[in-house]
């Protein structure tokens, strides 16, 4: 091969396959291995020099080779053309023309060619050819297992679950992780037995040590996944320890290890690069979950990077998915850390991210609307934060996404305050203490707390202390720090406007300390502000003093980073609600960043002591 690359280097791209081709006979095959061999050196360059690849594999077909040859070919070129261009009629006239072929080239092109149709969003015509592919792959046991389970990944995607099911069924041996995944969208109490059975089979499965690895990635997602769905943030904590280890240790296994006899075994699930990114992903949410923010940038900006590179040798959807996701929570993050114009920013490329593809616009529309709509919350815009989570709501069929957004649109007729039907009406649809809609330990939290800001607004306050205190409890027992601090600074206003000033200082120190761990803004602002007037009250002159430099501070630092945020062109986002859907219309380009500016929402209330 290293010979092959100096010739490359030598002869100059579609130069040297002519060359490779006039200079071997036509009997013994060589000229193929040359053109070959050319061709892999072009696509493994740094970085991949994709059209003289495509030149050395389009030089095999004229030559008239063995029909193995030609079709092995035709996969090659399809393969190339679909992962590293944006030209997709031609390879899927490359890979039609090989699915006829023989069985190790067919199944391979079926599975490519599924994905690109269902990547030009053509899933009608990506179930009958994997059908077909799966009816006669029965002896093949590696391609029907992996066939089944992208069947079984489009009736997911399209809610088919029942059918999806089934479809793993068939392969039971090999799917029951898989069908573990599906369980986890309908019921999660169903999945903890499930969980076991699995992290039993694959401790006590023998083979491929990378196999083995990879295999216990695959459960150990999932179940960080479970615990992270079920809002238990403490109670992942072990598995999301193994996963990292697990991880470190497939990072140093080769893909050279002796081949397992089976077939069935060879299943990879994921590359490797993709798992290490795919872990740093599930640690961003654990630690945006707990309230560990600094943790999840750190995490993040790893993964980006990783990201980065493998996506300038890799079109694979999957990455897209991952960037679209860590964004989504690094966002988060940055409105609770006091970073709202960054924040916008990077809405803004989550945008041009989901306009790209329209299955990632519509699998994230609704994410994406509910940013825009804490993001309005941020800066004071409450109604467009209600339209955003409005048309947010109108687009999500997932419990937990409409359980979160139901809260946080709970919370803005909260701090409107005219809005006393509609507040009620949301309540009673998360009523944390009967018929609570999903089975979230930390969404059920946010409900209590919620009813606490409520009932405080309308000064019942032994009846929010009532639910403050569920709230503590059960942060307390899952490590939900953001909860525990919001709800601390409540229960100390609470006692402050009682005229308890004692117990009041017992809330609003600890949640100060908690909130400068975070780093939660809102929350400092909040507390300084409390801590400032409880001096006062208490006669402590030097602490008043101190607490109202904090408070001045916090105050200045949300001020101009308000001004900023708004001053941005993507600001002008807030106001598209319905019409985001139609950006699609045009055709993947990136959103304009030339909107007219509009009036700047009132800075006024961001310096004030308002609950987050």
Known sequence: MAAVGAAAGAAGGSGAAAAASSSATDDDGSWYVALLGLAEHFRTSSPPKVRLCVHCLQAVLPR???????????????????????????????LEKAIPQFEDVKFEAASLLSELYCQENSVDTAKPLLRKAIQISQQTPYWHCRLLF?????HTLEKDLVSACDLLGVGA?????????LLMERKLQEVHPLLTLCGQIVENWQGNPIQKES??????????????????????????????????TISTLHDDEILPSNPADLFHWLPKEHMCVLVYLVTVMHSMQAGYLEKAQKYTDKALMQLEKLKMLDCSPILSSFQVILLEHIIMCRLVTGHKATALQEISQVCQLCQQSPRLFSNHAAQLHTLLGLYCISVNCMDNAE?????????????????????????????????????????????????FPVSSHCLRAAAFYIRGLFSFFQGRYNEAKRFLRETLKMSNAEDLNRLTACSLVLLGHIFYVLGNHRESNNMVVPAMQLASKIPDMSVQLWSSALLRDLNKACGNAIDAHEAAQMHQNFSQQLLQDHIEACSLPEHNLITVCQTLRTLLDSGPQPPPLSWRRTRLCSPSTVGKAVCP
Not at 150 to 154: G, M, T
Not at 215 to 237: E, I
């Open 64 to 94: 008239k080779p063995p029909a193995r040859v030609e079709a092995r070919t035709h996969l090659q070129l399809g393969s190339v053309l679909y992962h590293h261009t944006r030209n997709g009629e031609q390879a899927r006239s490359h």
């Open 150 to 154: 992208q069947l079984a990944q489009l």
């Open 173 to 181: 041996e090999y799917a029951l992780l898989s069908y573990g995944l």
């Open 215 to 248: 295999l216990r990635v695959f459960f150990l997602v999932l179940q960080v996944t479970h615990y992270l769905d079920a809002g238990q943030v403490k109670s992942v904590k072990p598995c999301l320890k193994q996963l990292q280890q697990c991880i470190q």
């Open 387 to 435: 339209a955003q989570f409005t048309t947010a709501l109108r687009l999500t069929t997932h419990q937990e996404l409409w359980a979160f957004i139901v809260t946080n649109l709970a919370s803005v007729y909260i701090r409107e305050g005219n809005r006393h039907q509609e507040l009620y009406s949301l309540l009673e649809r998360i009523n944390p203490d009967h018929n």
